[in-house]
């Protein structure tokens, strides 16, 4: 790493109660924090794969590649503590690109507390990659797991669905600050966040409890993105909603009384919605107003290694 | 990621006594330990820059990714708790690939008692871009820094130095077991592992520390490698053994007595050798059989950003 830029990520990376910087070692320290445990996820994103330089400026791909890691901190109920940053740069115009990259990282990361405590800097001639792993706690056997769902609970979700290629996949916010105030004050059984489609990631989601899901297809929360979509894509706005990827909203499997009181007093930064519940017999279902069911389809984003 | 590979991956991921493997989930879960503080370290390799998979086996880029960060560790006083493996494979035979890199990277983290406890799998259509990231522990103020060293304190080191190119950037041995003694049973004040050429790092080392280093050459722990190197290089052996990088041993500051106890006794699993000390003058220096001493230079690896 160039003197120059290892300067300037150190005049910016701001001090963390639980983080002595590491820069000039060989890694970061962090305190213990008594009666958590750790929530770690990671995730690599790549030029031409998740994003393209020519169309999409470096700040929101530097966002996005923290924000996704946010969100699977969400998912679990966890806060975020710290990230670290490992980065494969194009060798032509590599420094500037790293400096725009990091203004987005550290403008999210300062909205969610996070430090950024090390990370690794390199070019090539390849394209850019950009993986990132954060470390967050949650207090000891608080985590929320995909496995929990009973039957009989509801499926709630956060905010909107569908349409998020048209911006929202670059923009969104992780929805650490719902996860907080839910996993002190509320009785979550289950949870994961959106990333490939809803009606997929559902199925995911029974499949690890070994149940079905009845959908109330009319209450999907659906985003104006979508029926902006739907007016030419040739699909529904529905379908946008239940199919396409990268909401990054959460489904929580939450009992029926608890769903109640919740969907009453609405306590999140983000609208809670019920969607249907868990049933005993596996399957994803769709139900009518009569309450006459259908098998739904899972479709979304899959992920494929060739 | 491909069903069949994410099964192959659970059924080799070893369980571990401090992690909930989170495969199913959003994130992986680790169990606190009280009284410790976490280390964590972050490197990515890139085909082409730090190998090509047409001259070295996959399970070794596997292998060397984890060592490089266990290695890092080592440098802290830490031993490993858990790894994150993040990795863009090639389109064509990623999967095949994917498992011949894991069998390395689980080989070498049975060994390390560390977890592989999540990660994420991704093809496309460029090189191989392997991130790890690693979790470690050290009890409460007792991390190894690079500051810390004392006028007066011994350079001491692990092992052998030089022409690590001919293999032993592959296959080393990341010094967790010497650290794991050194950290319980030593008094270290401060200390580094050498990465990019002995001299380039120790000269990393004292610009940590405001001081100097005095090295006697005669001491140096040249390796059989360094030897063979010379033979054709044009360098000598001690040349080699002072600036060629990724030996991934470790540079110790340790205090006089001490430093004499340990190397009478020799406690670790590998040999210790004293190859200079630190003085107050900023600098390095070699100094010769009658105490003459002359500058040094600094020489090594140096990473550029362009």
Known sequence: MELSFVRWLRERATPHRRVALGIGDDAALLADSPGHELVVT?????????????EVSPQLIGRKALAVNLSDLAAMGARSVAAFVAVSLPRAGGERLARELYEGIFELAAEFDTSIAGGDT?????????????????????????????PGDQILVTGQFGGSILGKHLSFTPRLRAA???????????????SDGLSLDLSRLIGENGCGAELDLASVPISAAAEQLAR?????????????????ELILAVPP????????????????????????????WSVGPSGGREPLAARGFEHRLE
Chains 1, 2 share one sequence.
Do not use: C, Y
């Open 180 to 194: 907080a105030w839910l996993v002190e004050q509320a009785t979550i059984h289950a949870a994961m966040d959106v």
């Open 257 to 284: 009384a608890e769903a109640e009181r919740l969907l009453a007093t609405q306590p999140l930064d983000v609208p809670l919605t019920r969607i249907g519940r868990f049933v005993d017999e596996p399957g994803l």
């Open 122 to 150: 390199n070019s090539w001639d390849g394209p850019l990659v950009l993986s990132i792993t954060v470390v967050g706690e949650t207090p000891v056997g608080r985590a929320w797991r995909r496995a929990g769902a009973r």
């Open 232 to 248: 030419s894509s040739g699909k529904s706005a529905l379908e946008h909603a239940l199919s396409d990827g990268e909401d990054f």
């Open 42 to 54: 990671t995730d690599m994103l790549m030029e031409g794969v998740d994003f393209r330089l020519a």
